[in-house]
């Protein structure tokens, strides 16, 4: 069995910098009522993580960028993921 190596990246995006990092899942505690974790990366911010997406070992690093850069213009920036010109929803 091989050991979760913690992987991190750092990318800027639309001028603002963040931070991703990749946690390895843990198991349930049927006493407190925890469900078990898969691996995943979360986006980093004062000592504070969101889950981004599952991790997988071996993606390449542009592929993460491409994937980090989507989810950070939905999750973030409120751009719909259909936007292929990258406009903002309107508010209504």
């Known amino acids: 069995m091989?050991?979760?190596t913690v992987e991190q990246?750092?990318?800027t995006h639309?001028?603002?910098?963040?931070?991703?990092?990749a946690y390895?899942?843990?198991?349930?505690?049927a006493k407190r009522q925890q469900p078990p974790?898969?691996?995943a990366w979360?986006?980093?911010?004062?000592?504070?993580?969101?889950?981004?997406?599952p991790h997988r070992p071996g993606?390449?690093?542009e592929e993460l960028e491409r994937l980090f850069i989507a989810w950070l213009d939905v999750h973030v920036f409120g751009i719909e993921p259909?936007?292929?010109?990258?406009k903002r929803r309107r508010e209504r």
């Open 2 to 4: 091989s050991k979760f």
């Open 9 to 11: 990246r750092r990318l």
């Open 14 to 21: 639309r001028g603002a910098a963040f931070h991703f990092v």
């Open 24 to 29: 390895d899942g843990q198991p349930g505690n």
């Open 37 to 39: 974790t898969d691996p």
């Open 42 to 53: 979360f986006l980093m911010n004062e000592g504070r993580r969101w889950e981004v997406m």
């Open 59 to 61: 993606q390449e690093g």
């Open 82 to 86: 259909s936007s292929a010109n990258g």
